[in-house]
């Protein structure tokens, strides 16, 4: 009976002690979720620290700087001023301003009692002026009146009276009255002969019978 009762106490009391045990259980574990990008985000992180590993183990890397030679200024050149010869060619024809000559009085000649006088102030060309043969010119008296009597236009004209016949007309009528003491130019046209060669020509002043103030004229043809 004892050892019955000890053997159901040992029971009763394990059973106790199990019922007093809390019940482990074990712990329900979920697989991890698999991520496909996180293959290329190990890839890339690798290969920046590749990257960066590569730059801070390789040297510096020297930029050259090229600097450009200075430029030589070469100096202008110098172009020669070309200068510029006229050759004028002779005129055959003078001014019609007179050259002057040494003056002449003239009082008289055929009629000198009418009082008619001149003074020649300037000629031109001068005497002795070369020409060529056939070349045509003017000559031209300045002549001023210092008589006692008006040269008329109506009645005084000047003309050829001798000497080479070198003109291309032998008179000229006066296109003006001219009073006493004032002064006028005659023209008259002129040609060199064809013969080289000293020519010489008089011409006077006629008004109505009187012929005074004889003008004078020597050229040289070559």
């Known amino acids: 009976m004892r050892r019955s009762y ?12 199990l019922a007093c045990v809390p019940t482990l259980k074990p712990a329900s574990t979920q697989a991890p979720v698999f991520d496909p990008n996180s293959i ?40 020669p001023t070309p200068t510029f010869i006229f ?35 300037s000629q031109s060309p001068a005497n002795n002026t070369t020409y060529a043969p056939g070349a045509s010119f003017n000559a031209a008296w300045e002549v001023k009146n210092t008589g006692n009597g008006k040269w ?25 009255s001219i009073g006493v003491g004032k002064s006028t130019l005659l023209l008259v046209s002129m040609k060199a002969p064809d ?9 006077k002043i ?3 019978k009187s012929k005074f103030c004889p003008m004078k004229l020597t050229i040289t043809v070559q």
């Open 195 to 203: 013969t080289p060669g000293n020519y010489s020509t008089t011409w």
């Open 87 to 121: 050759i004028l060619p002779t005129s055959t024809v003078p001014s019609a301003t007179p050259t002057p000559e040494p003056t002449q009085e003239s009082s008289g000649g055929s009629g000198s009692d009418s009082g008619y006088a001149c003074k020649i102030l």
């Open 152 to 176: 008329d236009a109506a009645s005084a004209d000047y003309r050829y009276v001798s000497g080479d016949k070198i003109h291309q007309a032998a008179i000229y009528d006066f296109s003006k």
């Open 40 to 79: 290329n985000t190990a890839i890339v992180l690798t290969a920046n620290a590749a990257a960066t590993q590569t730059a801070l183990l390789m040297p510096p890397t020297l930029t050259p700087t090229v600097t450009s030679p200075p430029t030589s200024t070469l100096p202008p050149s110098e172009t």
């Open 6 to 17: 000890r053997l159901v106490s040992i029971l009763i009391a394990a059973a106790v002690m």
């Open 206 to 208: 006629v008004i109505g």
